[in-house]
């Protein structure tokens, strides 16, 4: 689910801390990057049918955002730290911690829960009445990335290149 976790994720951060100096473009990156993560991982290394695995533990979650404080600073580290943030919350939007093998890793061992499953399949295509739930989330997320365009304006071409260029939303 990509727009869900996108739009949640933004609709999280404005909710709690509005439009301080926060780089959105931060929290949008860091709200996918555990399936991009995860995915990759998969292709060569991890195999099962969740589809979840080290990029869904809330301990690598910490360590990147750590990384982030440790070998950043300034304007840079504010930005990049939105990464942090948006990973944390696609971790919440994905409920993980109704997979604590995974979500605790390695806290349990080194295995991961088998489920839930990550909704990536064919099947969601193929049979997508079974998969209301995820196409539901997916168009909240839509419903709710929209508002931001609208709200902010951000269809004016100059007010989304600025928002491409530093990632904050203006009113």
Same mark, same amino acid.
């Given at each position: ?9 933004? /609709?999280?951060?404005?909710?709690? /801390?509005?439009? &301080? ?22 292709? =060569?290394? =991890? ?9 869904? #533990?809330? =301990? ?16 840079? &580290? ?29 806290? =349990?061992?080194?295995?991961? #829960? ?40 951000? +269809? ?8 491409? #260029?530093? +990632?904050?939303?203006?009113?």
């Amino acid at each position: 689910m990509l727009l869900w976790h996108l739009g949640i994720a933004t /609709l999280i951060v404005y909710v709690t /801390l509005g439009r &301080r100096r926060i780089d959105y473009r931060m929290i949008l990156i860091g709200a996918v990057l555990p399936d991009f993560v995860d995915g990759g991982l998969g292709l =060569f290394f =991890f195999e099962g049918p969740a589809g979840r695995w080290i990029a869904h #533990s809330v =301990f690598t979650a910490i360590a990147v955002t750590v990384l982030i404080i440790l070998a950043f600073s300034g304007d840079q &580290r504010q930005s990049l730290f939105g990464i942090g943030v948006g990973w944390l919350l696609h971790l919440v939007a994905d409920g993980m911690w109704a997979a604590p093998e995974t979500f605790l890793w390695p806290a =349990f061992g080194t295995g991961f #829960s088998s489920t839930p499953s990550e909704p990536y399949t064919w099947d969601l295509f193929l049979d997508p009445i079974a998969h209301l739930t995820t196409w539901g989330g997916e168009l909240i997320g839509v419903a709710i990335l929209a508002w931001f365009w609208v709200a902010f304006r951000l +269809g004016e071409y100059d007010r989304f290149k600025l928002f491409l #260029s530093d +990632g904050y939303l203006r009113p």
